[in-house]
């Protein structure tokens, strides 16, 4: 069983910026399939960016220049830098790691960007 916890969310402002945090049970050095997604109210879960399994990393056209994704392995953590923040961002933010075929998913950080 795979244990993540995310951690940074908050309220700010437009043009802010936010650090995700996502501390994940074991050691991440295996786990190649790992991201954030996020939900926001009334809508679908839906891909923000995440390590693919062939070592490259993908973002959703919506993020791309803003956000930055990232990981230490002998911290066990993955994170995600969100800059330029925008009002349409506000929304839970989920850790996800994918192993041994089994999803796993954290509870979530709500990220609110007020305008």
């Known amino acids: 069983q795979v244990h993540l916890v995310e951690s940074g969310g908050g309220l700010v402002q437009a043009g802010g910026s936010l650090r995700l945090s996502c501390a994940v049970s074991?050691?991440?050095?295996?786990?190649?399939?790992m991201g954030w997604y996020r939900q926001a109210p009334g809508k679908q879960r839906e891909l923000v960016a995440t390590f693919t399994s062939g070592g490259s990393t993908v973002y959703a056209d919506s993020v791309k220049g803003r956000f930055t994704l990232s990981r230490d392995n002998a911290k066990n953590t993955m994170y995600l830098q969100m800059n330029s923040l925008k009002p349409e961002d506000t929304a839970v933010y989920y850790c996800n790691a994918f192993l041994l075929l089994e999803n796993y998913w954290g509870q979530g950080t709500q990220v609110t960007v007020s305008s």
């Open positions: 074991q050691t991440i050095f295996s786990i190649n399939v």
